[in-house]
Each structure stands twice: as structure tokens, then as C-alpha cells.
């Protein structure tokens, strides 16, 4: 079993639609969560963090739950410039960071 | 301030070759790693350093080795290029190994084995 995981995907959805992704992680000492996003063939940036209290960005909500060690990205509003692969990473205490496989969204006119 | 400066932006081997990718930063972060990312998959983390003189293995650390002489650069050296290693290559780096901090990428090595 992986670390980290994501929904497959992909995620194809209309302009202005709202989009969930889930991760589960494995390692309960985990310590700090993000989401990434990434461009094709491009390097991957900081989306957001993500709170225990849970978190918003804009359109871009985070949600941690650590009793699952559950994960989740909630995009309202969807925009053609939302069209990414997100990254579910998860990082030790040592700082090592784990990412998901990504989950590749395509937002559509 | 250029950030997390990878080269070359892409390269190809014939099997058996070695090479060393570079990476600098210019951020005085202690944590740099190097990635490989294959297609549709996340990254697998291939060695970090958590400052000058110390580096460790990551997932896939077999077939690469790496040094930090200084806090600023961290090369990856392929030792016998393989067609398995045919990836894109992604160095980072962060202020601190404190789980918390953001993770700064360079562009990417795209690196075919042929």
C-alpha cells in the first residue's frame, strides 16, 4: 500500500462546478500536510497548506482529518485555469515529504 | 534571487553513461532532495540532505549518489545510466527540515536513456 493516495482520475468537469479530491495517508506520525499543483510538464508549486482546523484560500478549501488520516481539496467555482494535477503531500517530522500519484483536473467551457 | 536552478533542462544517455545533474539554490535553505517523477505518478524521493556535509537515501536511492559540500548546491551523479532511469528529475529545497515549510522546485531535467 502506498503512503499516500489520491483519487485516480482524471476529473473532466463544466466552468463554475465545484470539485472534491480525497487522500489518505498511512504514516500516523506524519506531521505537516499540503496540497501541490502542477502544470504539465512543469515543476509543482505550493497550493496550500492544510489545518487541522481546516483551512480557505479564495475558492480553494483544505480539510484535515488525522483521527482517518484522511486529506481533502474542495474547489468552488472551477475556472479553465484550475486545469492541473494536484498533489497530495505529506511530510515527517523530519521534513521528508511523500506525494500522492496527483489528480489530474481538466475544466471544460 | 533565481530560487532552485536546475541543468540541464533536458539530456540524453546511451546506457552505461553516467552524468551528474546540477542543482543551486540561492535561498540559504539547509533541506535540498532530488526527485524522480514517471509519467502519472507522483514523486519518489531519491536522496536528501539536511545541510552542508550530510545527506541521506530516499526511496529510490539505487543506481544515484549525491554530495553537499556546500549548503548552496546538490548534484546528483548517475553512475551507469540505465533505460529505467529514463524520468524527469526534480531537485527542491526548503528553509528548514521543520515539517512545515514549503518545498521550492527547480524546473526539471528531463532525462531519456536510450
Known amino acids: 500500500r502506498k503512503e499516500v493516495e489520491q483519487d485516480p482520475g482524471p476529473f473532466n468537469v463544466p466552468e463554475g462546478a465545484t470539485v472534491a479530491f480525497n487522500c489518505t495517508y498511512s504514516?500516523?506520525?506524519?506531521?505537516?500536510f499540503f496540497w501541490y499543483r502542477q502544470d504539465c510538464r512543469k515543476e509543482p508549486k505550493l497550493l496550500m497548506s492544510?489545518?487541522?482546523s481546516g483551512n480557505e484560500d479564495g475558492r480553494f478549501t483544505a480539510q484535515l482529518n488525522r483521527a482517518s488520516q484522511y486529506i481533502s481539496l474542495l474547489i468552488r467555482d472551477s475556472k479553465l485555469s484550475d486545469s492541473a494535477t494536484y498533489l497530495c503531500v505529506v511530510n515527517t517530522n523530519a521534513g521528508k515529504s511523500t506525494f500522492g500519484d496527483g489528480t489530474t483536473l481538466t475544466v471544460k467551457p | 534571487n533565481a530560487g532552485v536552478t536546475q541543468t540541464p533542462k533536458f539530456q540524453v544517455l546511451k546506457t552505461g553513461q553516467s552524468m551528474t545533474l546540477q542543482c543551486a539554490q540561492d535561498?540559504?535553505?539547509?533541506?535540498m532532495s532530488w526527485y524522480r517523477q514517471d509519467p502519472g505518478m507522483g514523486l519518489r524521493l531519491i536522496h536528501y540532505s539536511v545541510g552542508a556535509g550530510i545527506t541521506d537515501q530516499g526511496e529510490v536511492p539505487n543506481g544515484y549518489n549525491v554530495s553537499r559540500s556546500t549548503t548552496e548546491d546538490f548534484p546528483l551523479r548517475l553512475l551507469s545510466a540505465a533505460p529505467s532511469q529514463t524520468s524527469v528529475y526534480f531537485c527542491a529545497s526548503s528553509y528548514s527540515t521543520r515539517s512545515n515549510t514549503e518545498a521550492f522546485f527547480g524546473q526539471g531535467t528531463r532525462l531519456t536513456v536510450v
Open positions: 504514516n500516523s506520525a506524519s506531521q505537516s
Open positions: 492544510v489545518y487541522s
Open positions: 535561498m540559504n535553505h539547509e533541506y
